[in-house]
């Protein structure tokens, strides 16, 4: 990580801010020298971690020079939090309350405590990098990678044709599951069983969605165990998977009952996806309640381990279902197919018999294969497939069938900007559904994304980020929710690369007695009982934490253990809270400068301390699914940096000159408020505004004019507001309400509506200014809703369409046809349009037949087009 965090500093210095900062704080000469023992540290790292393998010195070199990185981006940070701590105090007027929530201080203090950091931190690196002589680094330049950026994420549905050299094996799965299931056993369990990236799970999954066991079994659920094979945790994840409810507060008694109530008298297919735990007993208390379900039920288990196997499965082969590796002539056919587009294999014959002789290391592996074909994606140098193949890391010593030299290769050819944007996922728990914005905004948070212009904002290079990870194959199962964000996972062996690389500054604590040094940065707990650590002694261990990470869902934590770490660690950047019961937010969390990312969801929290009004870093907000919460904070306008907010709260309605005054605010994100009638008026002044989502406000009423000004809005969704009403016939007090053109209008990229009986056609002004823009519309579940508006055909930018549960909605507009954008349409459960939609006789087929895509209550119809 240490040539990620150098890069990193580097840049930062070089930036027209600190050039400026140097200048007003007088440290231009000890920042400049800074600047040039980091550059002349930089040029020989990467020889340096290419030969760390061989050398416990030059590993322990790296160590230091990383430490001292992170202190000195420390130091850096300080000054940026009083140059926005001085922009707040310009841009109010002073008084009692801004003081308290901008805490005054001594210039002239300062500047001498800032000097003098800085002046220790320059002399540190001097004498760090005084010592690189001794190891004869030569200097490397990063001429050979070359981040591919062709290649599209892929879609977590697994298409049986994508997948190379395994259908004989799927059809012997599936054969064993329908066998197993009418062998008049109650409950039958088949263990899939094999090392890690063979494709165990890429298999259950094609056999769960195959149609043969949809139609066999009355119902399907799907679990991630892990590592976790707590009998609470599992119940709660089944149940969740059946009926899509968390059952958190729920006791083991009450979950016990309810998975007994919900499995009755079904027959069901359970996958249980990496399974480790090889306690017989832990198995035997859940398969009794399994077992109380329709005859012929089956679990179908994925794991790495024969114990694993032997204990929990119930074939006449103790071992179960074993899973090899590829032959080398699939492994051939599955590196082609990601190295190269289409057809294009055949005009490279040289580079075919290079990549016969690469897959020979990766042990028939389609993880490995995978990841090195993307890593060689589009490139037809030879040199590039020679150094694959004959890299020094294949020599390393290895266990047998150790798959992580292939992955560190690849990751080893990501540019310093990605390396450690994939190194930080690994605090996040093995199998996490991540979300593309809240990712992004975990990373922004801890400064890993660098504009390289002054018009590119950090979350456009989030998003380019994320694609070049995805098209290295990083990250898998892919999904786009309505074509709204990315979610996403990252497979536990990459998890587990990403943990070996920072495993000397992220501790992942899952028991109270484990060992840990001060150089941890980044902790996160994972299913421990915070009330059994020892308190005094844990905080005296660890050293200047930048981010605490709890999932320990249905626990609960301490509300002592969170006081005493936000008092203990002033540096951190991320705190997240998500589901960990407290009630209560201490006040000092205003203490804490330079949080970025703070993460309350699913807590009982009834009021926010006035000091969270302090953190005029914050970045990121969520109170998402905070139902007891009863106000946001009156004074929330002065977290000027305030990028994501995500809330529910008790409020009937929301106030001016609070929300509408966070002028960095590109996301909001108001959930489950039951009493909301009204947002705020001044909504027209969020200028930086991208994405609104409004969802389960039953009592909403309208939504504030305003929104219609918002020339940067991009996305927006409504859904489940019964009473909402989006017709604006009259204007504010009673004035007609008369389109002026001059005035800029959002320019919609998504529009998704939903579960809204008041709504009878779209208001014009929801598409007004967006005729170029609008890609994507969707309408869902909207009783009442009963013509599309002729206007449509000037959408001319829209790609999709999608229309369900719509029962009145009977004839598309004339002019339909006219979208020539178009790619996909899809009706279903609209009896009156489907009606007119048919194929051939219908009267609206002339209006659709040449999009490309259509789907007519769930058959894809095939399109004219060629």
Not at 146 to 165: K, L, Q, Y
Not at 513 to 528: E, G, N, P
Not at 747 to 765: C, G, S, Y
Request: glycine share 4%; with cysteine; net charge neutral.
């Amino acid at each position: 990580m240490a040539e990620s965090l150098i890069v990193r500093l580097v840049e930062k210095l070089g930036t027209p801010v600190y050039q400026q900062i140097s200048s007003v704080w007088g440290v231009k000469d000890e920042l400049k020298k800074l600047q040039e023992t980091l550059s002349s540290v930089k040029a020989v790292l990467l020889d340096a971690e290419e030969k760390q393998a061989q050398s416990h010195q030059l590993r322990d070199w790296l160590q230091k020079l990383t430490d001292a990185c992170y202190d000195a981006e420390d130091v850096l940070d300080e000054f940026e939090v009083e140059v926005v701590r001085k922009q707040v105090l310009d841009q109010q007027s002073i008084g009692k309350k801004v003081r308290y929530l901008v805490s005054s201080s001594n210039p002239l203090a300062i500047r001498y405590k800032m000097a003098r950091k800085t002046k220790e931190i320059r002399k540190r690196f001097d004498e760090i990098a005084a010592i690189k002589t001794k190891f004869h680094l030569s200097e490397l330049y990063d001429n050979w990678r070359v981040v591919n950026r062709g290649r599209e994420m892929t879609h977590s549905f697994v298409v049986a044709s994508d997948v190379i050299g395994r259908d004989d094996h799927l059809e012997e799965i599936i054969k064993l599951i329908i066998d197993h299931s009418n062998d008049g056993q109650n409950l039958s369990v088949i263990p899939i069983v094999g090392i890690g990236g063979l494709g165990k799970t890429t298999l259950a999954k094609l056999a769960y969605n195959d149609d043969r066991i949809r139609n066999h079994f009355d119902s399907r659920m799907w679990i991630c165990v892990s590592e976790d094979f707590g009998l609470k945790q599992l119940m709660m994840k089944i149940i969740k998977s059946v009926t899509g409810q968390n059952h958190g507060d729920l006791d083991t008694d009450e979950l016990q009952k309810m998975l007994r109530e919900t499995l009755n008298g079904k027959r069901y297919l359970l996958v249980m996806d990496d399974v480790w735990n090889e306690d017989c007993r832990s198995w035997i208390e859940l398969k009794n309640i399994l077992s109380q379900s329709g005859n012929g039920s089956v679990v179908l288990v994925t794991t790495r381990s024969d114990r694993v196997a032997s204990i929990m499965g119930t074939m006449r082969d103790v071992n179960g279902y074993k899973l090899e590796g590829l032959s080398n002539e699939s492994c051939l056919s599955l590196l082609l197919k990601c190295a190269f587009k289409e057809a294009q294999e055949k005009q490279h014959h040289n580079l075919i018999k290079i990549g016969e002789e690469i897959v020979t290391k990766c042990g028939g592996i389609p993880l490995a294969v995978t990841t090195l074909g993307s890593l060689l994606y589009s490139s037809t140098d030879e040199y590039d497939w020679t150094y694959v193949r004959d890299n020094e890391i294949w020599k390393l010593d290895q266990k047998k069938d150790d798959i992580l030299p292939a992955l560190r290769l690849s990751y080893d050819q990501l540019p310093s900007y990605l390396k450690q944007c994939f190194a930080y996922c690994c605090m996040f728990p093995k199998d996490y559904k991540f979300a593309s914005f809240e990712l992004i905004q975990f990373w922004m948070a801890h400064g890993l994304l660098q504009s390289s212009t002054k018009n590119q904002d950090l979350e456009s290079v989030g998003r380019q980020y994320l694609k070049e990870l995805a098209s290295r194959s990083f990250f898998q199962d892919f999904e786009q929710p309505c074509g709204l964000y990315y979610a996403f996972k990252m497979h536990d062996l990459m998890h587990d690369l990403a943990m070996s690389l920072m495993k000397n500054e992220c501790l992942i604590l899952n028991s109270g007695d484990q060992c840990f040094t001060k150089r941890i940065r980044h902790l996160s707990l994972i299913d421990v009982d915070t009330h059994k650590i020892n308190l005094p002694s844990f905080l005296s261990n660890l050293g200047q934490l930048r981010s605490i990470s709890f999932a320990i869902e249905g626990k609960g934590t301490s509300q002592e253990f969170i006081e005493s770490c936000i008092s203990r660690f002033k540096f951190l950047r991320v705190i997240r809270l998500d589901k960990v019961g407290i009630d209560v937010l201490p006040k000092r969390i205003g203490d804490l400068r330079h949080l970025r990312y703070l993460d309350l969801r699913n807590n009982k929290i009834r009021k926010l301390p006035d000091s969270i009004c302090k953190l005029q870093h914050l970045q990121s907000l969520s109170l998402l699914h905070c139902e007891e919460l009863e106000e946001l904070p009156k004074d929330i306008s002065y977290l000027i940096n305030l990028q994501l907010f995500f809330f529910t709260t008790k409020q009937r309605f929301l106030s001016k000159n609070g929300v509408g005054c966070l002028k960095s605010l590109r996301f909001l994100g108001i959930y489950g408020c039951a009493n909301l009638e009204y947002l705020f008026e001044d909504i027209g002044y969020l200028k930086a505004f991208r994405s609104l989502y409004i969802v389960s406000c039953p009592n909403l009423i309208s939504l504030p004019h305003g929104i219609k000004y918002l020339n940067s809005l991009e996305t927006l969704i409504v859904d489940d507001c019964e009473k909402l009403n989006l017709d604006w016939s009259m204007g504010t007090k009673g004035e007609d309400n008369h389109q002026d053109l001059s005035i800029p209008r959002a320019h919609l990229r998504v529009l998704f509506i939903k579960k809204l009986p008041q709504l009878e056609e779209l208001p014009q002004w929801l598409l007004q200014g967006s005729a170029n823009t609008l890609q994507s519309l969707n309408i869902e579940y909207c009783s009442n809703f009963k013509a599309l508006p002729e206007s449509m055909q000037d959408l001319k930018s829209l790609q999709d369409v999608h229309i369900l549960d719509c029962l009145k909605l009977s004839s598309l507009p004339k002019d339909f046809n006219c979208l020539i954008d178009l790619r996909e349409l899809q009706i279903e459960n609209c009896p009156k349009l489907s009606e007119r939609c048919k194929p051939e006789t219908g009267e609206d087929w002339p209006k659709i037949a040449l999009i490309p895509k259509i789907e007519l209550d769930g058959e894809i119809i095939k399109s004219t087009k060629n």
